[in-house]
């Protein structure tokens, strides 16, 4: 198994779920996970937003806000839309995830909230449809005012494995509150649910990074960090709470906290600028985290590899 920081494009394509895992493993803490969403006018309207992250330096594509029964991206026409998924893998050369959101109808709002679409939601539907179009790991998540909560995400962990098999990869946790009373700021994230998520089935355990939810310092993050990896599990520190679009003074010291608390990969969101963080804070938070040498083979790599 190759580490991921050496796999090209040929090498992705054979992957499993689990593949996968154990290369970003290999790659001890050297994985950047770039969202972006695909429902918007792309940052630029010649590309696809996925196209010009992988361009900057991401190893992952995860995206959001697509909803798995109207598959679509903009800046890109298919003839069959059952076939846009695969097609994206194509042009990016990148293994390519999913957001869906467990959507929990009982919890206590703590603003008002939107009401989603099914494709967009972690139903077991959904996630059978989301298998189908090839997405190449799922991650159950909520964006903000959805209402999804820690409980429901344990749910659909159950689900997700049961559909996706042994073999599948399945990343959980929030980056915020998602507009859920009680589990914003230090409330958000605890040791009972970190067991709980990883007892469910979760792969990669999703954290917010140090700084970018009140409360979650590098020693308290770190403090989490350490329990994922006694489970077996692997952690990914995200940036998810608009701070993706701040300087890159801002992404360096959230890049430097995140390796110090111990992440195994490092997300940037999709908020900045039509649906990606601003292109080079992408390959400012990977120089951080991994130097120019394996920033600047990632971004060179040509997809025929």
């Given at each position: 198994m190759k580490r991921l920081l050496d796999c090209t494009a040929s090498d992705f394509l054979k992957m499993t779920g689990q593949e996968l895992k154990q290369s970003i493993l290999a790659s001890e803490g050297r994985t950047i996970v770039a969202e972006v969403i695909g429902a918007v006018t792309p940052y630029y309207p010649a590309v696809t937003n996925a196209e010009m992250a992988a361009a900057f330096g991401a190893d992952l594509i995860l995206l959001n806000y697509f909803d798995v029964f109207q598959p679509s991206t903009e800046g890109l026409t298919v003839e069959d839309p059952e076939?846009?998924?695969?097609?994206?893998?194509?042009?990016?050369?990148?293994?390519?995830?999913?957001?869906?959101e467990p959507v929990d109808l009982t919890?206590?709002?703590?603003?008002?909230?939107?009401?989603?679409?099914?494709?967009?939601?972690?139903?077991?539907r959904s996630l059978q449809k989301a298998k189908a179009l090839g997405f190449d790991f799922v991650c159950l998540t909520g964006n903000p005012k959805t209402g999804v909560s820690n409980a429901e995400i344990t749910k659909a962990i159950q689900v997700a494995r049961s559909v996706f098999g042994k073999d599948g990869l399945i990343i959980a946790g929030k980056m915020h509150s998602a507009g859920v009373a009680g589990e914003a700021g230090s409330s958000l994230m605890s040791t009972e649910t970190l067991q709980s998520f990883i007892e469910a089935g979760a792969d990669i355990i999703l954290i917010p990074s140090p700084g970018t939810v009140p409360g979650f310092t590098v020693e308290r993050t770190a403090k989490l960090v350490d329990i994922v990896h006694e489970?077996?599990?692997?952690?990914?520190?995200?940036?998810?709470?608009?701070?993706?679009?701040?300087?890159e003074g801002t992404i360096k010291q959230i890049a430097l906290n995140s390796k110090m608390a111990g992440a195994d990969l490092f997300h940037i969101g999709d908020a900045g600028a039509a649906g990606m963080t601003i292109p080079e804070n992408i390959t400012t938070y990977s120089i951080v985290v991994r130097g120019k040498r394996h920033t600047y083979v990632r971004m060179a790599s040509s997809i025929l590899r």
């Open positions: 076939s846009i998924v695969k097609r994206l893998k194509q042009l990016v050369g990148r293994p390519i995830g999913l957001n869906l919890a206590k709002e703590a603003e008002t909230l939107f009401e989603l679409p099914e494709g967009r939601m972690a139903t077991k489970k077996g599990a692997l952690a990914i520190l995200t940036t998810g709470t608009s701070q993706e679009g701040a300087d």
